[in-house]
């Protein structure tokens, strides 16, 4: 890059600046297009539209609510991935959509049975949704070539194997078409009769489209008739100061990091800290573009692509020093730099990006939208880091940069520590935490205190309907009410809404007796005056529902192994994700083991730390192995493998220390300036952090030692061999 040039690519990064920042200060026109005011925010955070229905149907056994309450949620994700459904009651279904703030836009959707139909060519519904069992993807090959073939396979109800039958033998050499909420998604041509309850939908089907299809069918038919009962605009469930002190903790770290990355990196450190602010506006103007819902799930993406985004930029220009510290010059050190991080960027992003991916196609509910927000910020992240940082730093130079002073302070080579002989203390740490914590969940649930202090959204609870005397705030709910509702009910973790337009307010508790209910009864009606009669209460089921659970964890087993598939293609050797796999078991369980020895609150957030935990572990320990693989290549027969290991390990300490501390210092702003159900958000996160630097350094590269030297045969003996020479530095 010419001088020219170099000016050029300034002007144009301080364009995109002042371009940003006005997008997401100001907007766009009258509506302020861009505007991140106009980012939609979930229930947690702003609030949104709340809707109850009543079951039409008499004595709805647990089975139909269950599975009428998952096809709803399926269904409401249209809307926003973070809505929540849950039971209200015996016979009640419990809807709440985030930034929606006009019921009627959506209520003929959700509630209409045999939305799914299944129609002859002349019209004619044979059976509906409710006649279909389930639908699954069934795979096989083809007789002629050999290729993988997928289909659908329909399981049917009693009645609706009967009505199928009797359609389909009319019908043969007909087509049957299938119609979801008046559109038709597929018309399969009937070949025989099908009297047996099961159907199979074929066709040039990719597995993508197969499964598609299926969920649609699944989804399409409620078992039950529904009809509203009532609608509601609520407000935030963590107030308005929840969002003014996050975008305040959100500033001062950004702040903290710019300072950071300036004063350990000099000049390269002010190339990346202007590329972390482009990153910034474009994730946000992205959140508001998609029409993304951001939650504090959704933050815990951000906060974790952001620490990404940090780590790029570090493990690039830790390149730099050490090239420079070999003698080379400043251009050709740049250059070096770039090209030698970026195996190491690559890998660990994409890594982190299958795991965002599967998240996305297989979770549900908060599961969905973390996975959007961490996937957004890794591929804005990626691209600030290769190109604008790049762009930046080299612009920097063209210009007359170029004094060593700004890129580079001189310092002594750091002799490489001993951290694969000290495994056994390592190893033995790891496994007394966790198996002293795995006791002390078990002695809680057998005093009957239960394992983990779950909340709301994973054992249900009481939610009570609240008429005031007057018009209380968000805050004064938060201040005045919700202290006498803990000090009654002796639950630390009470959820609030404010029904828009009205007195009312929404108390969500654990679940309360008969004696509770009139004991917090009695105390509303003593601190407020409120009238006895405009208190009602009904026990509420979890938000988070046994499926979507499920979902959680098949998502995670899936990308779990995707990432392992990975990791072992590009390293070549399983060992690699084997220990990397097991260093972020290790991850998950220490976060697992002090939530409950803390007795923090399990619910949505819970999902999101252990989430932002699995991503920001496993991205740690990607850039180890990279500087392990690099070294194996310069291997000889005489190398001492332990000598290898703690040499990689060593060069990358500053990397990993730098990277965490610069996303701890985001989460500790979090910590110190949130209300009480981010700080419940934030601690674990910080102990997650910590836990991962410690793994990343500690654990993972004596686990794949242990590994090499104890399993592959004739690598093992070789790898024994080589301990026995002289060290190599």
Request: proline share 1%; hydrophobic share 45%; aromatic share 8%.
């Amino acid at each position: 890059m010419n001088k020219k040039k170099g000016i050029i690519s300034l002007i144009v990064t301080a364009a995109l600046l002042v371009l940003l920042a006005f997008t997401c200060f100001k907007g766009f026109g009258e509506l302020g297009t861009g505007a991140t005011r106009n980012i939609t925010l979930g229930l947690d955070l702003a609030g949104g539209v709340s809707i109850t229905y009543q079951v039409k149907d008499e004595n709805p056994t647990s089975e139909e609510m269950s599975d009428t309450i998952y096809k709803l949620q399926r269904r409401v994700e249209q809307y926003s991935t973070e809505a929540s459904v849950y039971q209200e009651g015996d016979d009640r279904i419990n809807i709440e959509i985030p930034g929606v703030t006009d019921a009627n836009t959506i209520l003929d959707e959700l509630g209409k049975p045999g939305s799914l139909e299944f129609q002859t060519m002349d019209g004619e519904t044979v059976i509906t949704g409710s006649d279909v069992e389930t639908a699954s993807v069934q795979s096989g090959q083809n007789s002629t070539t050999g290729a993988t073939e997928y289909s659908v396979e329909l399981d049917l109800t009693e009645e609706g194997t009967d009505k199928f039958a009797e359609a389909t033998s009319a019908n043969v050499g007909s087509q049957i078409a299938i119609i979801y909420d008046g559109e038709t998604i597929s018309a399969p041509t009937v070949q025989q009769a099908i009297t047996g309850g099961q159907a199979y939908i074929t066709g040039n089907f990719t597995y993508e489209e197969a499964e598609n299809l299926a969920s649609t069918i699944r989804i399409g038919g409620l078992q039950l008739e529904l009809e509203e009962l009532r609608s509601n605009v609520v407000g935030a469930q963590l107030g308005e100061q929840a969002i003014s002190t996050s975008l305040m903790a959100g500033a001062i770290g950004l702040g903290l990091v710019f300072l950071f990355m300036c004063f350990v990196y000099l000049l390269p450190g002010l190339a990346s800290s202007l590329a972390l602010l482009i990153y910034t506006g474009l994730v946000l103007v992205i959140l508001n573009a998609f029409n993304v819902t951001l939650t504090l799930p959704g933050i815990a993406g951000i906060i974790l692509s952001i620490g990404m985004a940090v780590d790029a930029n570090v493990i690039i220009f830790a390149r730099v020093k050490e090239e420079m510290t070999k003698g080379k010059s400043v251009r050709n050190a740049l250059k070096a730099g770039f090209h030698k991080a970026m195996s190491a960027i690559v890998d660990g992003n994409v890594t982190t990006l299958i795991a965002a991916v599967v998240l996305w196609l297989l979770g549900s509910g908060s599961v969905k939208g973390f996975a959007q927000t961490l996937g957004i910020g890794i591929v804005v992240s990626m691209f600030t880091a290769l190109v604008i940082t790049r762009m930046i730093v080299f612009a920097f130079y063209a210009v007359g940069l170029k004094n060593e002073k700004l890129y580079y302070r001189p310092r002594k080579e750091r002799e490489p520590i001993n951290f694969v002989g000290k495994k056994a203390i390592f190893f033995t740490i790891s496994l007394v935490v966790i198996i002293a914590g795995a006791a002390y969940m078990g002695i809680n649930s057998a005093r009957g205190n239960g394992a983990m202090a779950y909340s709301l959204e994973f054992e249900g609870g009481t939610s009570t309907n609240v008429t005031f005397n007057e018009d209380y705030t968000i805050d004064e709910i938060d201040s005045q009410i919700v202290p006498v509702v803990e000090e009654v009910t002796g639950d630390k973790n009470v959820q609030t809404q404010k029904v828009a337009d009205t007195n009312q307010v929404i108390i969500k508790t654990v679940t309360l007796d008969l004696d509770t209910r009139e004991e917090l009864n009695q105390a509303l009606v003593d601190q407020f005056q409120v009238d006895e009669s405009k208190i009602t209460s009904e026990n509420i089921s979890s938000t988070v529902s046994s499926e979507m659970r499920q979902d959680a964890v098949v998502a995670v087993i899936v990308a779990t192994v995707f990432m392992l598939l990975y990791i072992w293609f590009r390293f070549k050797d399983i060992r690699f994700a084997t220990s990397a796999v097991l260093a972020l078991l290790h991850d998950v369980l220490v976060v697992i083991v002090f939530y409950a020895a803390a007795r923090i609150s399990v619910g949505n957030t819970f999902i999101a730390c252990l989430l932002t935990i699995f991503g920001y572990s496993i991205n740690a320990t990607i850039v180890i192995f990279d500087r392990i693989r690099e070294e194996l290549k310069l291997q000889t027969k005489t190398t001492d493998l332990a000598y290898l290991v703690n040499k990689s390990i060593t060069q990358t300490l500053t990397r990993s220390i730098y990277t965490s501390l610069t996303t701890f210092m985001t989460i500790a702003v979090l910590y110190v300036l949130g209300v009480s159900s981010i700080k419940e958000f934030a601690l674990p996160l910080m102990v997650g952090i910590v836990c991962g630097a410690y793994s990343s350094v500690c654990i993972t590269g004596a686990l794949w030692y242990v590994m090499k030297t104890k399993i592959g045969g004739k690598k093992a003996e070789e790898a024994k061999a080589g301990k026995k020479g002289k060290k190599k530095k």
